[in-house]
């Protein structure tokens, strides 16, 4: 796996960098040693199973929640220290979102408005039209989604420079995911907004992002998205061939007959590992989404 993390750089004034991000809780290690810089106007797709740990990634990104070790940096400053106009170019929409739950969601968008220069009231009262929210519903009687809702506008009409979702997926329907992707994909090629979001939706990945991190083991894969069908393949190799597996190897699976399925990655010069020319080997094309079972199954 190292050999595809992306080594960080020193983007200082990059709009999110985490460096050697490392956390646990009382049940062990979640994240062991994160490493990851994002350029401005990219949109990154964090996957991993549930419980993966990309909760608990994004609240350390966002300063919620301080690292056992290791830092984030916003914009060149430490997550848990952002100075106010730092926090006016950050927009995040947790989870399960609770704060101000006693005011209506026309009554939020009045109060945080003013704490954004480039807040877009026009966009909040159509955007809470279409996704079907009453404005004067208290925020408290919402629904789990409905409440998500709310807070995905909010973090949108801010028109942030850095806008970290943490599956947002899970509050829309089918209609107004495909708004939120395409919302997603103008702002950061229209006015270069850089994204962060978590999903279980691989082709939201597909549709939207320019790069894609598997958090898996504590450990980030980090790749670009349109390198990642060229960059890997799955291998299979046959049981009398096994023994000249590569040994450092990303999603290994042992099959009933003795087989073994592996995915690779290409070398510096473009070739695949030896293994691949092996009697009997057989080499696979990977979709994002079998790389991803590949890795985490
Ligand atoms: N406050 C906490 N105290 C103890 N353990 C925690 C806490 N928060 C998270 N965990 C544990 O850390 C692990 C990672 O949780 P986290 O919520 O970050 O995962 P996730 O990838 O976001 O999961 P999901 O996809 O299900 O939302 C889980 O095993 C979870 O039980």
Redesign the pocket.
């Known amino acids: 796996m190292n050999a595809v993390l992306r080594s960080i750089t020193d983007h200082d004034a990059a709009p999110l960098a985490v460096h050697k991000l490392t956390h646990g ?3 062990g290690l ?1 994240l062991a040693g994160i490493d990851l810089t994002l350029l401005q106007g990219s949109v990154l797709g964090l996957i ?10 994004i609240r350390a990104m966002v300063g919620l929640l301080k690292p056992d070790s290791g830092e984030a940096r916003l914009f060149g400053e430490p997550a848990l220290k952002l100075s106010d106009s730092v926090k006016a170019r950050l927009a995040y929409v947790p ?1 399960q979102p609770e704060a101000l739950a006693w005011l209506t969601a026309q009554q939020m968008f009045d109060y945080v408005g003013r704490f954004y220069p480039s807040w877009d009231a026009s966009f909040a009262k159509t955007k809470l039209r279409e996704w079907g929210i009453l404005p004067n519903k208290v925020l408290g009687k919402l629904s789990p989604g409905e409440r998500q809702r709310v807070d995905l506008i909010r973090a949108l009409a801010s028109q942030p420079s850095l806008l970290i979702l ?2 947002p997926a899970a509050a829309l329907d089918p209609v107004a995911r495909r708004d939120l992707l395409r919302e997603i994909a103008l702002r950061a090629g229209e006015a270069g907004t850089t994204v962060l979001f ?1 999903t ?1 939706i691989v082709s939201d990945l597909e549709r939207v992002a320019s790069d894609i991190a598997f ?1 898996h083991e504590g450990k980030l894969l980090q790749c670009a998205v349109d390198e990642t069908k060229e960059r890997f393949a799955r291998l299979w190799l046959p049981a009398s061939m096994t023994a000249a597996a590569p040994s450092n190897t990303l999603g290994k699976t042992r099959h009933a007959d003795g087989s073994l399925s592996l995915v690779i990655e290409r070398r510096a010069d473009g070739s695949w590992p030896e293994a691949a020319r092996l009697p009997g080997a057989r080499v696979d094309a990977l979709g994002l989404e079998d790389l991803f079972v590949e890795i985490a199954g």
Do not use: F, I
């Open positions: 809780y009382e049940d979640v991993g199973r549930n419980g993966a740990g990309k909760s608990t990634l989870q943490d599956e978590s279980h958090l």
